[in-house]
């Protein structure tokens, strides 16, 4: 058991891929007691890239790697009426199970809600679904491509295309399903506190579409506002221009304000601009914006992105440069914080992990084991939990069903 | 719990002092108010939030006419409380004296000037959990940066990898912002969890780079064990294909056809009518068809063109095969679907009349989530905050109104 302030919380994660394991992880990495259930050929993100050393390997597989810390697993094969059994028993004595599966398949396995809470009538079932457990599409299949642009986020991307003559795009990576994750993940913490302020058990039903869609309310707003919906063409929010800097990379600047721009002529060595006419006002460098953009792309030409960045943030105007995975590993900053927590696998080796966004005063545990291993924990988990003897174990190991 | 308790949600009993402002805040507290907690929003006419008055082409005289502050402030209340007097100050601290939980997304060391920092809310209320979202968070070489929800889209890594491979990184649209305050929203929870257990409150110091980072984990892992990183590639998948968004019927019409298997791939085929340009051996197999996915991607196109996007997904989801339209936003307001699910909902304003509204992102079986009321007008709230919760006489109120306090 961990000695994370959450570990008196029982979760079974049986979910795949990102949206239930991330839930899921969100709570291990406070240290909940969280065991992942894995098909006998594992979750389907062991079999994507990146693999650490270039191997294709499920124990290598950095998305698997990164949703799963924290938590043990067992592999169980919900196929077969043994499995389902064992499956029941685990989750008669859990405070949280986490599901990815549509209705009917939920049903099928005889493991939806309805089944569960005559088991354990306290329990909190958090089911994460492309559109959610009811309506006329809560059967139909989607990946991350789809949810993202089911939910109206892909149709404003890029912002602030010149055109609408090339296709919308998704977000980074499977940013829709951390969403629906996370999202999954407010609501499950909801129902446990009710529960352990006197309430019951409950479900909770996410759908993963109308969690994306919430995000960008926002935007989608403009329509009601004006019956004209916004698309990528559109200002997504505040002006702000992409310099590129003389190492390649971008450099983001907020031009919103008379002050913005103010700390930005300051840094650009120009203060003078400022205070005359055109660039004195919003109309004069509306009016002279190619020229303005040159001169100031000019300027970005001989600096650096982080010298770009220190200078326009000194003058106290916003700005950031666009970061790679490596800029953003390496920075001074994410250094001070200790953001990235360093854990140990067994075939994966060491690797520094992005932590939690969020320092605690009273939280010093920050974790301590990597993703766990495929059925890693089937003996601690089928033997002293539920009772199997090692024998048992033997027996389901051949029967194909752990 | 009686039946009233749980008709007033998971967090019933729960008080929030908001000190949140323009987004990541008070879409945080928003979260919260869906599941039931209370939330106090104080606000001032000397320093209202920048979304009461803020629009793409300037700035209104208008508090009450924002749509945009609508859309991230329902279920609140209202006090109009200067913080920058002391006495203001002091009023607040009453009202975090009353409460479980604060939260703010002021620049660091705000809050500490005005004397509402953590050390000082501690002495009021001994286990407060308060909440500070900012950029780069409260600590570390960059925490006075200034940034808006761009700058930490930006260095958290997700403008890189977000846009046409071919062209420049994209920011993103507002959701960023919003992506900061859910974060904000679960730490909050997970603290009142731990309250509950430990009766031991929490500083929570958050930065938005880091939580927005957070999710792309993979990809800095990507970097971490192998030295690369990854770049944007449009709405390409690193081994699915056909993986992208195809022109359908109508006007800026797309539709999104994601195919993993050879099994989705043949169900594709017979949506097609089984052309015979999808015969071709080099599309026989997934590995083959995402090498040849600059050669495939057109001719899918030439038969997604054809059709109505909405007809295509239903044709395609009867066949297996993951596609969905890219959707505008009128398409969301009007999808049976989402009215089914009552995924939109009705809000009513006294300014912005009765509108449309997306609801609480879940749907919980025993403590519903819900909108209770609309956006509050500022100050609206003040003879409830002032007189009921702090006992303040209607006299105290008028010579605070006067001095320019409440304000």
Redesign the interface.
């Known amino acids: 058991m961990s000695s994370g302030p959450m570990s008196h919380l029982k979760v079974v994660d049986a979910s795949s891929f990102v949206a239930g394991p991330y839930c899921a992880k969100l709570l291990a990495d406070f240290g909940a007691d969280v065991v992942k259930v894995e098909p006998p050929q594992g979750d389907e993100a062991r079999r994507r890239e990146p693999f650490a050393g270039d191997i294709p390997d499920p124990e290598r597989s950095g998305l698997f790697l990164y949703l799963n810390t924290n938590k043990r697993g067992i592999t169980l094969d919900l196929e077969s009426a043994q499995g389902r059994e064992i499956f029941k028993r685990l989750v008669a004595e859990v405070d949280v199970l986490i599901d990815d599966r549509s209705p009917a398949e939920a049903e099928r396995l005889g493991i939806d809600y309805e089944s569960l809470r005559k088991l354990n009538p306290g329990l909190i079932v958090t089911s994460v679904t492309p559109f959610g457990r009811t309506g006329p599409y809560r059967e139909y299949k989607a990946r991350h491509l789809n949810t993202f642009h089911s939910s109206g986020q892909g149709y404003l991307l890029p912002m602030n295309s010149p055109d609408k003559e090339r296709e919308p795009v998704k977000g980074a990576g499977f940013l829709a399903d951390y969403d629906a994750g996370i999202t999954a993940a407010i609501a499950t913490l909801g129902a446990v506190f009710w529960r352990g302020a006197g309430g019951t058990g409950q479900h909770v039903d996410v759908s993963k579409q109308h969690a994306a869609m919430h995000l960008e309310k926002s935007q989608l707003r403009r329509y009601i506002d004006n019956g004209e919906s916004p698309d990528r063409t559109g200002m997504g929010r505040l002006l702000e221009t992409l310099v590129k800097a003389k190492d390649g990379l971008y450099v983001v600047i907020i031009l919103s304000s008379e002050i913005q721009w103010k700390g930005l002529f300051e840094a650009m060595g120009r203060p003078q601009w400022g205070a005359e006419p055109p660039y004195n006002t919003q109309a004069g460098r509306s009016a002279n914006y190619e020229g303005l953009r040159a001169r100031l792309q000019e300027w970005a030409d001989g600096l650096t992105a982080d010298e770009i960045f220190h200078k326009i943030q000194s003058c106290k105007s916003a700005c950031a440069p666009v970061y790679t995975a490596e800029e953003f590993v390496n920075s001074p900053q994410i250094a001070a914080r200790d953001f990235l927590v360093p854990l140990e696998h067994p075939v994966a080796g060491k690797l520094s992990y992005p932590g939690r966004a969020y320092q605690f005063s009273n939280v010093e545990w920050r974790g301590e084991r990597a993703a766990p291993l495929l059925g890693q924990h089937n003996g601690e988990v089928l033997g002293e939990r539920l009772g199997h003897s090692p024998a048992d174990l033997v027996k389901l190991r051949e029967a194909g069903i752990i | 719990?009686s039946t009233q308790?749980?008709l007033r949600?998971?967090?019933?009993?729960v008080r929030i002092a908001d000190f949140g402002w323009v987004?990541a805040g008070p879409y945080a507290t928003m979260?919260l108010s869906y599941?039931?907690a209370e939330v106090i929003k104080i606000e001032s006419r000397r320093r209202p939030d920048e979304q009461r008055i803020a629009h793409?082409a300037g700035f209104s005289e208008d508090l009450e006419a924002s749509?945009?502050f609508?859309?991230?402030n329902l279920n609140k209340r209202s006090v109009s409380l200067n913080i920058a007097t002391e006495e203001g100050a002091a009023l607040a601290r009453r009202i975090v004296a009353l409460s479980d939980v604060v939260v703010e997304n002021m620049r660091p060391g705000v809050m500490d000037r005005l004397g509402l920092g953590?050390s000082e809310l501690v002495k009021v209320k001994p286990d407060i959990i308060m909440?500070s979202i900012s950029g780069?968070?409260s600590?570390?070489?960059?925490r006075q940066?200034?940034?808006?929800?761009?700058?930490?889209a930006?260095?958290?890594?997700?403008?890189?990898?977000?846009?046409?491979a071919d062209?420049?990184?994209?920011?993103?649209?507002?959701?960023m912002?919003?992506?900061s305050g859910?974060?904000?929203?679960?730490?909050v929870?997970?603290?009142?969890?731990?309250r509950?257990?430990?009766g031991?409150?929490?500083?929570?110091?958050?930065?938005?780079?880091?939580?927005l980072?957070?999710?792309?984990?993979?990809?800095?892992?990507?970097?971490?064990?192998?030295g690369?990183?990854?770049?944007?590639q449009?709405?390409q998948?690193?081994?699915?294909a056909p993986?992208?968004?195809?022109?359908a019927r109508g006007e800026?019409k797309?539709i999104?056809?994601?195919v993993?298997t050879d099994a989705e791939w043949d169900g594709l085929r017979q949506a097609m009518g089984d052309p015979e340009w999808a015969r071709d051996e080099a599309f026989a197999s997934t590995y083959g068809r995402w090498r040849h996915r600059d050669r495939l991607d057109p001719l899918l196109q030439q038969w997604t063109v054809q059709h109505d996007p909405r007809e295509l997904?239903e044709l395609l989801?009867k066949h297996?095969?993951?596609?969905?339209?890219?959707?505008?936003?009128?398409?969301?307001?009007a999808d049976?679907?989402?009215r089914?699910?009552e995924?939109i909902t009705e809000v009513k304003h006294p300014v912005l009349g009765d509108?449309?509204?997306?609801s609480?992102?879940?749907?919980?079986?025993?403590?519903p989530?819900a909108i209770t009321k609309t956006a509050p007008l500022l100050g609206e709230d003040n003879e409830y905050v002032l007189c009921d919760l702090l006992g303040l006489s209607q006299d105290e109120v008028a010579r605070l109104a006067e001095q320019k306090v409440v304000y």
């Not at chain 2, 600590?139 to 960059?142: E, Q, R, V």
């Not at chain 2, 062209?167 to 959701?175: D, K, M, Y």
């Not at chain 2, 879940?362 to 403590?367: G, M, P």
């Open positions: 719990m308790d749980n949600g998971a967090l019933a009993g987004l979260l599941l039931g793409r749509s945009n609508l859309e991230v953590y909440a780069w968070g600590t570390g070489p960059l940066y200034t940034a808006y929800a761009p700058c930490f930006s260095f958290g890594g997700l403008a890189n990898l977000t846009g046409y062209g420049e990184p994209n920011t993103g649209t507002s959701a912002d919003a992506r859910t974060a904000a929203a679960f730490a929870l997970m603290a009142l969890n731990i509950q257990r430990t031991q409150g929490q500083y929570i110091d958050m930065s938005s780079c880091e939580a980072n957070s999710l792309i984990g993979e990809n800095v892992l990507e970097y971490v064990m192998n690369r990183s990854p770049v944007r449009g709405n998948d690193a081994i699915m993986h992208n968004c195809y022109r800026d797309w999104s056809i994601a993993a997904t989801q297996g095969v993951p596609a969905f339209p890219s959707y505008n936003a009128e398409e969301l307001f049976p679907h989402l089914a699910r995924s509108r449309l509204a997306v609480p992102p879940w749907r919980l079986s025993e403590t989530a």
